[in-house]
């Protein structure tokens, strides 16, 4: 498997919008020209292939020698065949100096999508991450940090989230488990 950096010229630019909008719900998606247009030393999107075959992308946000995996897709007609557990290994081997975090919809019990809650945390407990220790709730969904690489501090993810997301960073409030 490898990983291509995404630029403007990207060839398969518009597999990779399809893949991103079919991913994501649109209250937790930065639009994908915004996300474009942000891209930079600091803020870089991979499309992965399997041969010639686009399997995932990924969004990752970088502060010194942390880094926010922000979004990651596997192609759905793909899913379950272990791709997502290789771009996770991918990016870890790419970035083995860094700490990579990532949030998740907080696993709690009584939530409508429980059992998805608790299947994302499991594969990514499975793949290397760990819990932090960190929740926060921003605009009407509970998360939980995870992380990978060593532990990161309540405030790096503020200052990273902070540096990426602007002052929208400061309305998250933070919880104590």
């Known amino acids: 498997m490898r990983a291509l950096?995404?630029?403007?010229?990207?060839e398969s630019l518009k597999e990779i919008e399809r893949l991103y909008d079919a991913s994501f719900p649109d209250d937790e998606r930065?639009?994908?020209e915004t996300l474009m247009s942000t891209r930079s030393a600091d803020r870089i999107m991979h499309a992965y292939y399997d041969s010639d075959t686009?399997?995932?992308?990924?969004?990752?946000?970088?502060d010194g020698d942390l880094i926010y995996l922000s979004?990651?897709?596997?192609?759905?007609?793909?899913?379950?065949r272990g791709y997502g557990s290789k771009i996770l290994a991918l990016i870890r081997e790419?970035?083995?100096?860094?700490?990579?975090?990532?949030?998740?919809?907080?696993?709690?019990?009584?939530?409508s999508n429980y059992s998805e809650r608790k299947r994302r945390k499991d594969f990514y407990l499975r793949n290397g991450y760990s819990e932090t220790g960190i929740y926060y709730y921003i605009?009407?969904?509970?998360?939980?940090?995870?992380?990978?690489?060593?532990?990161?501090t309540r405030k790096e993810w503020h200052n990273l989230i902070r540096k990426h997301w602007g002052k929208f960073a400061?309305?998250?409030?933070?919880k104590t488990k």
Not at 5 to 10: G, V
Not at 94 to 111: G, H, P, Q, T, W
């Open 71 to 80: 979004y990651i897709a596997v192609e759905e007609k793909l899913r379950d």
């Open 30 to 32: 930065i639009p994908f």
């Open 54 to 62: 686009l399997v995932g992308m990924t969004f990752l946000f970088f």
């Open 139 to 152: 605009y009407g969904v509970d998360y939980e940090l995870l992380g990978c690489n060593g532990m990161v």
């Open 170 to 174: 400061d309305t998250a409030v933070y």
């Open 94 to 111: 790419m970035y083995a100096d860094y700490r990579i975090v990532l949030d998740i919809e907080e696993v709690i019990k009584d939530s």
């Open 5 to 10: 950096i995404i630029d403007d010229l990207f």
